[in-house]
């Protein structure tokens, strides 16, 4: 579970929300006080990696998760839907 933490923006699947490159912040915090929802952009794990992705969909409290760049994204087309628990925090802010 992440508090508050500073990530680095990696390769381009989220452009043009965010470019490679970019810092932002992440926290688990307003997910103490609500379920994460359709749009919120999140950081989850996978694959012993993490991402960060837009959620797209949520059924049977599974998220479908997507790239805003849909061209170039290794999302939930490719390796399915994500559970909560996977879910380590929401993008609060993107730092200048």
């Given at each position: 579970?992440?508090?508050?933490?500073?990530?680095?923006?990696?390769?381009?699947?989220?452009?043009?929300?965010?470019s490679?490159?970019?810092?932002?912040?992440?926290?688990?915090?307003?997910?103490?006080?609500?379920?994460?929802?359709?749009?919120?952009?999140?950081?989850?794990?996978?694959?012993?990696?993490?991402?960060?992705?837009?959620i797209?969909?949520?059924?049977?409290?599974?998220?479908?998760?997507?790239?805003?760049?849909?061209?170039?994204?290794?999302?939930?087309?490719?390796?399915?839907?994500v559970?909560?628990?996977?879910?380590?925090g929401?993008?609060?802010?993107?730092?200048t």
């Amino acid at each position: 579970m992440l508090l508050l933490s500073r990530f680095k923006i990696l390769g381009h699947s989220m452009s043009p929300a965010f470019s490679e490159n970019d810092n932002v912040l992440v926290s688990y915090i307003p997910f103490l006080f609500g379920k994460p929802k359709k749009g919120d952009i999140v950081v989850f794990e996978k694959y012993h990696r993490l991402y960060i992705k837009r959620i797209k969909k949520i059924k049977d409290e599974k998220y479908f998760l997507v790239g805003d760049n849909k061209k170039d994204s290794m999302d939930s087309r490719r390796f399915g839907s994500v559970t909560r628990k996977q879910i380590k925090g929401k993008i609060i802010l993107k730092l200048t």
